[in-house]
């Protein structure tokens, strides 16, 4: 059976990543318990290549995805600017477009109340 999908106005899932799966899981952790991200996915294995002051560099990284609403946006990334180790974190915003009932009630409810 296929579940009803209802527009998702406010749901977001922010992209972040860390040096090591350590740092990710407190960050994770730390957002979920503070109620700023309803559930964070740790995906390890990333490496990417990017250019930091004047100079081409690789890194493995682990990939985390944050999933939240818009209104708490400027709240998580105050926070995730406090507890990262980079001087510069990854904080990328995606609209979702539609999701099911059920999970977007889910993602709400576990959020702090605005």
């Not at 957002?31 to 700023?36: F, G, H, Q, S, T």
């Not at 990333?46 to 985390?64: F, M, N």
């Amino acid at each position: 059976m296929v579940a009803m999908l209802e527009m998702a106005a406010n749901a977001r899932i922010v992209l972040t990543t860390a040096g090591t799966r350590e740092e990710a899981g407190h960050l994770a952790r730390t957002l979920v318990e503070e109620r700023l991200v309803a559930c964070a996915t740790i995906m390890p294995g990333a490496e990417s290549i990017y250019r930091w002051e004047g100079k081409i560099e690789s890194a493995a990284e682990v990939l985390l995805l944050l999933k939240t609403e818009a209104s708490f946006l400027d709240k998580l990334a105050a926070r995730l600017h406090e507890l990262h180790s980079y001087t510069t974190p990854e904080f990328l915003v995606l609209r979702v477009d539609a999701g099911s009932r059920a999970y977007l009630d889910w993602l709400g409810a576990c959020l702090e109340p605005s």
